[in-house]
């Protein structure tokens, strides 16, 4: 306890010892972070935007593009900024922001995917019962509590692990601020933060799992009682993506947050923390978005009816003339 500390800094860890690297993977990881923000944008609008797309399903993927933008945006920026600016230093309370949003945001992200893993299983398994299931009470009711149980989940851990004493020494073996980086901070015993995050991940993140799980192994069992044709194909090319973003997701934050401290290791913390922090906010627009038919269809019409207005307002700018049905204009979606 006399090693304790009050120090109001930590020290992020560095991508690279090489500057030239540093820059490089900074300039790599703010690609990803405007790429990763600009499509979970795009999704949002156009299933805000289309009323064709106000269903359950496209309601929750409105969800969570809103959250994926803002859970990439707590570590991708600040560490592109620290690699770009040559600094590692970020505050105590910079430090205990991150642990809160990070844990808040994956907690709901988890709960997220499971709510429409549930949906996709009424959809195809309970088609008759589908509105009654999936009906716009449950569906606002359920984002409600999946982001009240989120915070009160990150509360209490960030809280639970703030009190602890830490040691002189504060550097962070991670990019960003994570709760297993800070317990090998601290001179006291750890043991009972260690156990509840083990009890928290195996109660909450493994029976979101295996819920999953069991949902899709219904969804396949009755997809392959289909006819061989588009309904099969379409039915797999929706929901096997969704279970490789569930794994990757939860396999590298199960091992970052469940592990042993002396299994610790700097790089392995740092790549696969990556995997559950990156990865599933910047695949996510890309699986919902190139492989849904609905969802390029509304992003053709609207930047179709973008481009109609622009073309009217110069029009009317180079001729001011009162032109009149200027809403209507076609599309081949449907």
Do not use: W
Not at 109 to 115: A, D, G
Not at 168 to 186: G, M, N, T
Request: glycine share 4%; proline share 4%.
């Amino acid at each position: 306890m006399s090693n304790s500390s009050r120090t109001t800094d930590f020290l992020l860890m560095e991508i690279s010892d090489m500057r030239d690297l540093q820059l490089f993977y900074a300039m790599i990881f703010s690609l990803i972070y405007l790429l990763t923000v600009m499509g979970n944008l795009v999704i949002a609008a156009v299933t805000t935007l289309d009323k064709s797309l106000h269903t359950p399903m496209y309601f929750f993927l409105r969800n969570l593009s809103i959250l994926d933008s803002c859970y990439i945006s707590v570590t991708v920026p600040n560490s592109c900024m620290n690699s770009l600016l040559g600094t590692r230093s970020i505050s105590k309370a910079g430090c205990g922001a991150q642990v809160f949003l990070v844990l808040f945001f994956g907690f709901v992200e988890l709960l997220f995917l499971t709510i429409m893993a549930h949906d996709r299983f009424a959809a195809i398994c309970r088609p008759l019962h589908y509105p009654v299931i999936m009906s716009p009470r449950l569906c606002v009711h359920s984002t409600l509590a999946a982001l009240l149980s989120g915070l009160i989940y990150a509360a209490l851990h960030t809280l639970n692990t703030f009190q602890l004493p830490l040691c002189h020494y504060h550097a962070v073996q991670q990019l960003f601020c994570d709760i297993p980086s800070l317990l090998r901070l601290s001179c006291s015993d750890t043991f009972s933060n260690q156990v509840s995050n083990l009890v928290s991940a195996l109660v909450i993140g493994g029976g979101c799992f295996i819920y999953i799980i069991k949902s899709y192994i219904h969804i396949f069992s009755t997809v392959l009682r289909f006819p061989v044709g588009a309904d099969r194909k379409k039915a797999f090319s929706t929901c096997v993506p969704h279970i490789l973003v569930v794994s990757i997701f939860l396999i590298s934050s199960f091992y970052i947050y469940l592990r042993p401290s002396s299994m610790s290791g700097a790089i392995k913390d740092m790549v696969l923390s990556v995997f559950y922090s990156v990865i599933p906010p910047f695949f996510n627009p890309i699986i919902y978005s190139l492989r849904n038919e609905q969802i390029k269809c509304a992003i053709v019409k609207l930047m179709t009816r973008m481009f109609y207005y622009r073309d009217v307002l110069r029009i009317q700018e180079a001729f001011p003339i009162q032109l009149h049905n200027t809403h209507a204009f076609g599309t081949k979606c449907k």
